[in-house]
């Protein structure tokens, strides 16, 4: 079993930047961030792989950077140029898998989620 919590939300005005941190209590091969806005689906946006390969998703894409922290049991994710449309509820995601995915059926751990509230 794998624990994570989130943090580091928060509302910020468009154009502005936040860092989310996941801790776990262990690491897993594959680690990723997810969002859910109010009606919808949630959604991919960002995975990657102990030893460094990741994947995002195009709307995010050149703005968010996912990093980890092995050594802290800790993902981060650091959004730049925040827009109204990246608001949501962010989530923490982990799994054993080989590769980076933006599948929420491949993960296997949750967290309970951090809001992030962006104005324009």
């Known amino acids: 079993q794998v624990q994570l919590v989130e943090s580091g939300g928060g509302s910020v005005q468009s154009g502005g930047s936040l860092r989310l941190s996941c801790t776990a209590s262990?690491?897993?091969?594959?680690m990723a961030w997810f969002r859910q806005a109010p009606g919808k689906e949630r959604e991919g946006v960002a995975a990657?792989?102990?030893?460094?390969?990741?994947t995002y998703s195009d709307s995010v894409k050149g703005r968010f950077t996912i990093s980890r922290d092995n050594a802290k049991n800790t993902l981060y994710l650091q959004m730049n140029s925040l827009k109204p449309e990246d608001t949501g509820m962010y989530y923490c995601?982990?799994?054993?898998?080989?590769?980076?995915?933006?599948?929420?059926?491949?993960?296997?751990?949750w967290g309970q989620g951090t809001q992030v509230t962006v104005s324009s």
């Open positions: 995601a982990a799994a054993w898998a080989l590769r980076p995915s933006l599948k929420t059926s491949e993960f296997d751990y």
């Open positions: 990657g792989l102990t030893h460094g390969s990741t």
């Open positions: 262990r690491v897993t091969s594959s």
